[in-house]
């Protein structure tokens, strides 16, 4: 079977776990050459591994997305080892989590910090060298949080509803340049981004999906293949939706 990203140079931000990771071994295994961005060493080189173990070129950056100093460096790392960047997945991000009435000044700004500020420095720092070459994808992760709202999210809410913002935005000024910007907005999926969700709160996540089910890191991984691949090629400034179905 043909590999669907065949030597793609792509970086996965946040990709030593969870969504991240798996997207970086799904890449990984479609043919790309894997540049994997994230905050700690140990995470970093246990993610390289197992994409070298799939069959790519992989390296790692300690990047913290928030560090405009540190997202260029990493940026020019990419294009010195791989010549070239094909695809960035804006995948880094956080939650801290309080109602309206409760969040700190300090919560509010960390996480608009890493989720909205950091994809607009990844991107920032990949898009001259993809209008050179004269093709890009730009992906960024949403979640049904940015279409819908969520209890809890005030700041969570409006960083992935920015990055549809982003989207639609770059979608616009780079499509002429033949760059592709989408999103995805993942329903609730197994990670550790969960772990601070009561589990009563998880169960009536489940019961509110038709499939009954919270969603796995590989399937919003298998969205993000597509949507990298040239399979996408008419797919641009779209927000797609990977949740079981729980707006519907
Ligand atoms: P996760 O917590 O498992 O992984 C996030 C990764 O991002 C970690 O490896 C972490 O170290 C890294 N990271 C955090 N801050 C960073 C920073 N400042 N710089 C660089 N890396 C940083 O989370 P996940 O569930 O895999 O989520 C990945 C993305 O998908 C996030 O943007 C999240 O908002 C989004 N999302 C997740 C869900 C879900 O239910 N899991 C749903 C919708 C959207």
Aim: proline fraction near 3%; aromatic fraction near 6%.
């Amino acid at each position: 079977m043909t590999q669907r990203l065949k030597d793609k140079v792509c970086i996965v931000t946040g990709g030593a776990q969870g969504i991240g990771l798996a997207t970086a071994l799904k890449f990984a295994r479609e043919g790309a050459s894997l540049a994997v961005w994230d905050l700690t060493q140990a995470g970093i080189d246990e993610a390289i591994r197992r994409c070298r173990e799939a069959g790519a070129p992989a390296e790692g950056w300690v990047v913290d997305v928030t560090n405009r100093e540190g997202v260029d460096t990493a940026a020019r790392g990419v294009l010195e080892r791989f010549g070239r960047i094909d695809v960035l997945v804006n995948n880094a991000g956080i939650t801290q989590d309080a109602r309206l009435q409760k969040m700190s000044a300090e919560q509010f700004d960390r996480v608009i910090d890493v989720n909205l500020r950091g994809v607009f420095h990844c991107a920032q720092a990949v898009v001259n060298p993809m209008v050179e070459q004269g093709f890009g994808v730009i992906l960024n992760a949403s979640s049904v949080v940015g279409l819908y709202g969520n209890f809890g999210q005030t700041n969570y809410a409006a960083s992935k509803f920015g990055v549809i913002g982003f989207t639609k935005t770059w979608s616009r000024e780079l499509g002429p340049k033949g760059i592709r910007v989408n999103a995805v907005a993942p329903g609730f999926v197994m990670t550790h981004i969960l772990d601070t969700i009561p589990e009563k709160v998880l169960q009536e996540m489940k019961h509110r999906v038709p499939l009954h089910r919270l969603g796995t890191p590989e399937e919003i991984a298998n969205v993000y293949c597509f949507l990298a691949s040239d399979e996408a090629s008419y797919v641009n400034g779209a927000v797609l939706e990977v949740s079981g179905g729980m707006s519907v």
